[in-house]
């Protein structure tokens, strides 16, 4: 009876974990923006997540009155731009390096001539 009842729990906790689970983590930027698509809130926590590891190295210099908000929809527009014009760019790399080069574009620190 115990053991039917542990089993029974267990069973139900595995069940209820796998439908819980998060989808797994993009890795390609067109996937990323097809998530993005799908759940916007996902995007914009990894944007704003790597806006902020940017500007703490000083890769880039994101001005104090710039929302946070608003600069993530400003960066996926333009990853879908690229996208859009020459899919193939995204072919190589992960999302997070082409999401860290459009931060550094829009927000570079120092001189870019």
């Not at 067109?30 to 944007?47: G, H, M, N």
């Not at 590891?53 to 009155?65: G, K, V, W």
């Not at 527009?77 to 574009?105: K, N, W």
Request: aromatic share 6%.
């Amino acid at each position: 009876m115990m053991r039917t009842l542990v089993s029974a729990s267990l069973a139900v906790m595995v069940l209820a974990g796998a439908a819980a689970a998060p989808a797994t983590e993009p890795v390609k930027m067109q996937e990323f923006l097809q998530r993005c698509k799908a759940d916007w809130d996902f995007c914009k926590v990894r944007i704003q997540a790597q806006m902020a590891e940017m500007s703490a190295i000083r890769e880039a210099c994101i001005p104090n009155d710039v929302k946070r908000d608003e600069a993530a929809v400003r960066i996926a527009h333009v990853l879908e731009e690229v996208l859009e014009e020459d899919a193939s760019v995204f072919e190589t790399g992960g999302y997070r390096l082409f999401v860290g080069q459009v931060i550094a574009l829009i927000w570079p620190c120092g001189v870019v001539s």
